[in-house]
């Protein structure tokens, strides 16, 4: 992304963010001085830091923007519901760490006794996360959209800009709907 930066002579000069708190040179020759990544931010109207949208989604839960508008997602009238929906976005894999059948192969090949009792061991990989993405949905839908497979959901949850930037990060997500963090309430 480019930012600006004005020179004395009224220029303004293309800059990246690896410019950030340095130098740049103006056609007029003059040397200016690049602001800092997090006031060049500011100054393009965006916030000082760059967060991922994860973080956005849960700023907006916390000061209760979410869920986003006041119209049914599916049917554009206004309504007061809220459907519970969940995006699985990464999640925890475990690695068998034993040698499984390889190991007895290998065994068998070279002579070597196999104890038949093997300690299994695994080895966990990746994190859980999962972000919840409530929307506004008449109740007369909800038991439409809770069979409803993962291309409708991720057209429904697209509504919402903000769900649309999150699926966009994470393509392969799952889309789980009718889930609620425990705690979580509305109205």
């Given at each position: 992304m480019s930012y600006y930066v004005t020179c004395a002579c009224g220029r303004e000069i293309s800059v990246s963010a690896a410019s950030a708190g340095g130098e740049?040179?103006?056609?007029?020759?003059?040397?200016?001085?690049?602001?800092?990544?997090?006031?060049l931010r500011r100054s393009s109207g965006k916030g000082a830091y760059e967060t991922s949208t994860v973080d956005v989604i849960a700023a907006m839960l916390s000061a209760q923007q979410l869920p986003w508008g006041s119209t049914c997602a599916h049917s554009e009238f206004p309504t007061e519901d809220v459907f519970d929906i969940s995006v699985q976005c990464e999640s925890c894999y475990d690695q068998d760490r034993s040698g499984g059948w390889v190991s007895v192969l290998a065994a068998v090949l070279l002579g070597l006794s196999v104890p038949l009792t093997r300690r299994h061991e695994s080895e966990t990989h990746g994190r859980e996360l999962v972000v919840y993405t409530p929307i506004r949905l008449r109740k007369e839908f909800h038991v439409r959209f809770c069979k409803a497979g993962q291309r409708r959901l991720r057209r429904l949850l697209r509504t919402v800009?903000?769900?649309?930037?999150?699926?966009?990060?994470?393509?392969?997500a799952r889309v789980l709907p009718g889930c609620r963090p425990e705690g979580q309430r509305w109205g």
């Open positions: 740049v040179f103006c056609q007029c020759g003059a040397a200016v001085v690049v602001p800092r990544l997090s006031d800009p903000v769900y649309g930037r999150l699926l966009d990060e994470y393509p392969h």
